[in-house]
């Protein structure tokens, strides 16, 4: 039987899902990321259906979502940068819990997301290279090109100073898994995205994807492009996702 507990590794609020007979046993753990103006609750399917195959999945609340709400969400819209570095820098706390409780299996982590938690995926690939492999769902490689997107969507009304842009874009440059392929040095990552999404555009993950291909530090970069599918996160995409982790987690 699959269980879905609430807790506070390091102060910090997720959802652990697993095969209650497995709870003290050691596993690979898999941390997977909820989108923008979503919450943990909405992944749970994803969440369940690894855990069915043998992992401890952990499904962290982000900044300003949740239980984390500080008003509505998309009142933080200047601060989404904000909101993926919050979980870049709080991903050592979930793992240092499990890892002094002796709970992961040989060192085996995985990092996966949608959209949002899709390019927090790809920064903490980029960050952390104790990570063993990720899947990334309609998210994208380019923080810094999706960002500089993002800036020159925001409405009139949102005035930026050029201080601001330029903090917001070094920041991300220095996660940029495009900008620095060499940093996933071999590991497996996986990317999914439908090529009518309109609000990541696939675009970029196709780029990013062709030229990993000519790299040795990223010819474990794959992509299953899916003609006519939108910005969702469908269940045919979290079994492709499941099989991917499959792959890479023993």
């Known amino acids: 039987m699959i269980t879905v507990s609430e807790k506070?590794?390091?102060?910090?609020?997720?959802l652990e899902v697993i095969d209650?007979?497995?709870?003290?046993?050691?596993?690979?753990?898999?941390?997977?990321?909820?989108?923008?103006?979503n919450c943990k609750e909405v992944v749970l399917t994803q969440g369940y259906e690894?855990?069915?195959?043998?992992?401890?999945?952990?499904?962290?609340e982000a900044l300003y979502h949740g239980v984390r709400a500080e008003g509505e969400v998309r009142e933080h819209v200047l601060s989404f940068w904000e909101i993926i570095f919050k979980s870049v820098t709080e991903f050592p706390q979930l793992v240092d819990f499990y890892q002094k409780k002796d709970l992961i299996k040989d060192d085996q982590i995985g990092v996966g997301g949608f959209s949002m938690g899709g390019i927090t995926t790809c920064m903490l690939m980029a960050a952390y290279p104790q990570i063993t492999g990720g899947v990334v769902i309609s998210g994208t490689p380019h923080p810094v090109e999706f960002a500089q997107t993002l800036l020159q969507a925001l409405p009139a009304d949102d005035r930026l100073t050029p201080e601001f842009i330029d903090q917001q874009l070094s920041g991300v440059a220095a996660y940029d898994l495009a900008?620095?392929?060499?940093?996933?040095?071999?590991?497996?990552?996986?990317?999914?995205?439908?090529?009518?999404?309109?609000?990541?555009?696939?675009?970029?993950?196709?780029?990013?994807?062709?030229?990993?291909?000519?790299?040795?530090?990223?010819q474990k970069v794959s992509l299953h492009l899916s003609a006519g599918a939108q910005h969702k996160l469908s269940y045919a995409v979290t079994e492709e996702m499941v099989q991917n982790f499959q792959q890479y987690l023993k």
């Open 8 to 14: 506070q590794p390091n102060g910090l609020p997720v």
């Open 20 to 37: 209650e007979n497995l709870m003290n046993d050691k596993l690979p753990l898999i941390i997977f990321y909820h989108g923008w103006t």
């Open 50 to 60: 690894l855990a069915k195959k043998g992992y401890r999945v952990l499904l962290p």
């Open 179 to 218: 900008l620095h392929p060499e940093k996933l040095a071999g590991r497996p990552l996986h990317f999914w995205h439908g090529d009518a999404d309109d609000q990541v555009p696939c675009k970029m993950t196709q780029e990013f994807c062709a030229t990993a291909s000519k790299q040795v530090e990223t």
